[in-house]
C-alpha cells in the first residue's frame, strides 16, 4: 500500500502552521528560529513529494532539499551568531527587548 500524495501535504501543512504559530506568538528568539526550521522542514517534505509523484527518475527534489538544507544551515549559523551577539550586549533574547533599531 502506498501513501497518497494528499497524506504528505496534509503532513507539510500542519508542520508548516506549527513553525508559522511558532514564529508569530513567540517572544524568545531561539524559539522563533526553531519555528523557522520547522517551516523549512514543511518545505523539504512537499519538495520531497512532489518529486516522489511526479518524476522519481530525476534527481530534482533531492537537489532542491539538499539546498533547502544548506540554506537551513547557513541560516541557524547566521542566526544563532546574531542572537548570540545580542545577548552579551543587551543581556537578554526576548524580542520585545531587542530595540536595537530605535534611538
Same mark, same amino acid.
Given at each position: ?7 504528505? *501535504? ?13 514564529? *508569530? ?24 513529494? $512532489? ?12 537537489? $532542491?532539499?539538499? $539546498? ?31 530595540? *536595537? *533599531?530605535?534611538?
Amino acid at each position: 500500500m502506498m501513501v497518497q500524495l494528499e497524506w504528505y *501535504l496534509i503532513l507539510a501543512a500542519a508542520l508548516f502552521c506549527v513553525g508559522l504559530y511558532g514564529v *508569530l506568538v513567540r517572544r524568545n528568539a531561539v524559539a522563533i528560529l526553531m519555528g523557522i526550521e520547522l517551516m523549512l522542514n514543511a518545505v523539504n517534505i512537499n519538495l520531497l513529494a $512532489f518529486w516522489r509523484f511526479t518524476e522519481p527518475a530525476a534527481a530534482t527534489g533531492q537537489a $532542491f532539499a539538499a $539546498f533547502v538544507y544548506a540554506v537551513a544551515a547557513a541560516e541557524v549559523a547566521v542566526g544563532l551568531a546574531l542572537i548570540v551577539a545580542i545577548y552579551r550586549n543587551r543581556q537578554t533574547v526576548d524580542m520585545d527587548q531587542i530595540n *536595537l *533599531l530605535k534611538w
